[in-house]
């Protein structure tokens, strides 16, 4: 794992797909509408599909997913138990790497990002 905080790592990826839509803005288009049209709320509401892709980040151990998909899950309404219970439906599929990344990255996004959220 990086030294990069989640914060970093989120305002990096947020930041880079709008650097990168300059000279690519086709392609980014295109991967903000699947963006925009998978996580509408249809037949699985936003926050499930939140806590499903943060079970896949940890499983892909994507960090830049992790944090993404952490601040996304709390903006959608998840909370830690929530989030913790779904990377540990990751880890009994991906094993030691996927706890891995739920005992560190995981916890350390929602340290993070878990207080702009409390009212």
Partial sequence: ????????????????????????????????????VCYKPGAVDVKTKELISVAIAVYSRCEYCIAFHVHKALEA???????????????AFGGGPSMAYSVSLLIDSINEFEP???K
């Fill in 1 to 36: 794992m990086s030294n990069t905080t989640p914060r970093e790592m989120f305002n990096a990826f947020t930041g880079g797909l709008k650097n990168l839509a300059k000279t690519n803005g086709d392609q980014i288009r295109g991967f903000m509408n699947l963006l925009n």
């Fill in 77 to 91: 309404g998840a909370n830690r138990e929530e989030m913790v219970e779904a990377a540990m439906v990751a880890v």
């Fill in 116 to 118: 702009d959220f409390i």
